[in-house]
C-alpha cells in the first residue's frame, strides 16, 4: 500500500525525500530508460519493498521528479523586487534567469519530453508542468495591455505559448546542442523579439515622475 505523503511520519518524510534524491541522481546520471528500482534502492540506501511504501512504480517516481524540476525552475527565473521596475527590464532578467534555470535542469526536462512521446501520462504531465509557466506569461502580457503598453489585439495566452515556446527552443539549441553564442547577446536578442513581437519598447516602459508599481496601481 501507498502511504500518502500527508499521513508520512518525519522519518518516512525522510526516506521518501531520499528516494527521490536518488532518483533525480540516477535519471541524470543513467537516462530514463536505464534506470531500475534496485539502482534507486541502492542510491537511498533503502530496501526494495520500503520503495513501493512510498511509490507505486519508476514511472511515478519519474513523474514527481520531473515536476518538482520543473517547480525549482519556476521559482529560479521568477524576477524579484531588485530588478527595475521597468517592463522591458523584467523581460530582460526573466529571459536570463529562465536560461541558467534551464542549464542547470535540462537533461531532466528532455527526459520528460522524450518519455511523453511515448507514454500518455508523461505528454499530460508535461502539458501541466508547463502551464505556470503559460499562465505567468499570459498574466504578464495582460497586465501590460491594461497600462496600454502592449498590443491589445494579441491573445494573451496564444502569445505566451508562441513566445515561450521561442525562449525555450533557444535554451535547447543553444544549451543542448551548442550553438556558439555568449549570454548577454543572447538575453539581449530573445528580449528584443520578445518585446517586438509585442509592441513593447524602451520608450513605451518609461513613466514620468519616477512613480513606483504601487503607486500606479500595478501588481
Known amino acids: 500500500m501507498i502511504v500518502k505523503s500527508e499521513t508520512l511520519t518525519a522519518r518516512g518524510r525522510r526516506t521518501r525525500a531520499a528516494l527521490l534524491e536518488a532518483?533525480?541522481?540516477?535519471?541524470e546520471e543513467q537516462g530514463y530508460d536505464a534506470v531500475r528500482v534496485d539502482d534507486v534502492c541502492?542510491?537511498?540506501?533503502?530496501?526494495h519493498g520500503t520503495f513501493y511504501t512510498y511509490f507505486d512504480s519508476?514511472?511515478?517516481l519519474f513523474g514527481e521528479v520531473a515536476g518538482s524540476v520543473v517547480g525549482e525552475m519556476f521559482a529560479a527565473s521568477m524576477v524579484g523586487p531588485t530588478v527595475p521596475d521597468d517592463p522591458y527590464a523584467r523581460?530582460?532578467?526573466a529571459n536570463r534567469l529562465y536560461l541558467?534555470?534551464?542549464?542547470?535542469?535540462?537533461?531532466?526536462?528532455?527526459?520528460?519530453?522524450h518519455a511523453a512521446t511515448t507514454d500518455d501520462r508523461f505528454g499530460r504531465l508535461l502539458l501541466e508542468l508547463r502551464e505556470v509557466f503559460v499562465?505567468?506569461?499570459?498574466?504578464?502580457?495582460?497586465r501590460l495591455q491594461e497600462q496600454g503598453l502592449a498590443d491589445r489585439d494579441l491573445d494573451p495566452r496564444l502569445t505566451a505559448i508562441m513566445l515561450g515556446g521561442m525562449v525555450e527552443h533557444f535554451a535547447h539549441v543553444?544549451?543542448?546542442l551548442g550553438e556558439r553564442a555568449?549570454?548577454?547577446?543572447?538575453?539581449?536578442?530573445?528580449?528584443?523579439?520578445w518585446a517586438r513581437a509585442i509592441g513593447l519598447t524602451h520608450a513605451s516602459t518609461a513613466r514620468p515622475g519616477g512613480q513606483n508599481r504601487e503607486e500606479r496601481g500595478e501588481a
Open 100 to 113: 541558467r534555470a534551464w542549464a542547470a535542469n535540462s537533461r531532466l526536462v528532455r527526459m520528460l519530453e
Open 135 to 142: 499562465r505567468r506569461g499570459a498574466e504578464g502580457l495582460r
Open 174 to 176: 543553444w544549451l543542448d
Open 91 to 93: 523581460v530582460e532578467a
Open 182 to 193: 555568449d549570454e548577454a547577446t543572447a538575453v539581449d536578442h530573445l528580449t528584443r523579439l
Open 23 to 27: 532518483g533525480r541522481e540516477a535519471f
Open 58 to 60: 519508476k514511472e511515478s
Open 42 to 47: 541502492a542510491r537511498a540506501g533503502v530496501s
